[in-house]
């Protein structure tokens, strides 16, 4: 009984030596491929990565990890030199299988999501005007509603407004609905749809070119891929899956 008493604590102390070893090497890892990503892949700040399972050690030894989580903050996106911030950029890999170097890998499967809010969606809009909710409608067509008194967004894009046109505008409000789109995985391409009929001849054609615009994701991972734009009631979100996605080289 005694010697079963003493195989036991033995046990105890040498599981918890192992637990204690398993984690500070998962610490250690993760580590490790955050500071691969950020210089093999241009990322500006440090990710923060969670490599999920246990044990961990078991896990290298087979050349293959369950599944790593991937957080960014800091990316930003650019417009005509206008920064915007994008939140809760994510990814999750399953399946990441490691070379014999431990220097790159692979993720069988991914998915990742990024948010702009409309607040810093509006950094980028032409000047004059607000970007906001759709209403659930158009939104689930994937439209913005950007609106704005007419002369101003004139104005302010620098295109001359005689006074006989800005009294026949008449302090006109303008509103329209862009349908957001992504392309090419980081460009947010608005393309304004249901543009409203304005008095003065050209000017529709004028006041779609300042509200069509593209906005370029810079500073996600390579790891991070994002093919869908959706329109919420926040902003907008973004969200894709991949397979065979490098992690870190």
């Given at each position: 009984m005694r010697a079963l008493r003493i195989l036991l604590i033995f046990v105890v102390i040498f599981g918890g030596l192992f637990v204690a070893a398993d984690r500070a090497a998962v610490y250690f890892a993760e580590d490790e491929v955050a500071g691969r990503i950020q210089s093999s892949q241009g990322v500006n700040t440090t990710p923060e990565v969670s490599i999920k399972g246990f044990p961990f050690l078991t896990q290298v030894v087979g050349?293959?990890?369950?599944?790593?989580?991937i957080s960014l903050d800091g990316v930003t996106a650019t417009a005509d030199g206008h920064a915007v911030r994008v939140t809760e950029v994510k990814a999750n890999l399953r399946d990441v299988r490691m070379d014999s170097s431990f220097s790159s890998a692979t993720a069988s499967s991914a998915t990742g999501s990024a948010h702009i809010s409309y607040a810093d969606l509006m950094k980028s809009a032409p000047q004059g005007t607000t970007v906001g909710y759709a209403g659930p409608e158009r939104a689930a067509k994937g439209q913005v509603k950007l609106s704005g008194t007419l002369t101003d967004v004139l104005e302010a894009a620098n295109?001359?407004?005689?006074g006989a046109v800005a009294a026949l505008l008449g302090g006109e409000e303008l509103t329209v609905y862009s349908t957001v789109s992504l392309e090419n995985g980081n460009t947010v391409r608005l393309s304004a749809e249901d543009?409203?009929?304005?008095?003065v001849p050209g000017l529709d054609e004028q006041v779609k070119g300042l509200v069509d615009y593209d906005l370029k994701l810079a500073g996600l991972p390579a790891s991070i891929k994002l093919d869908r734009v959706t329109a919420t009631a926040t902003g907008l979100q973004f969200s894709g899956t991949g397979t065979n996605v490098s992690l870190a080289g």
């Open positions: 050349g293959s990890l369950d599944e790593v989580d295109i001359p407004v005689p543009l409203p009929k304005l008095p």
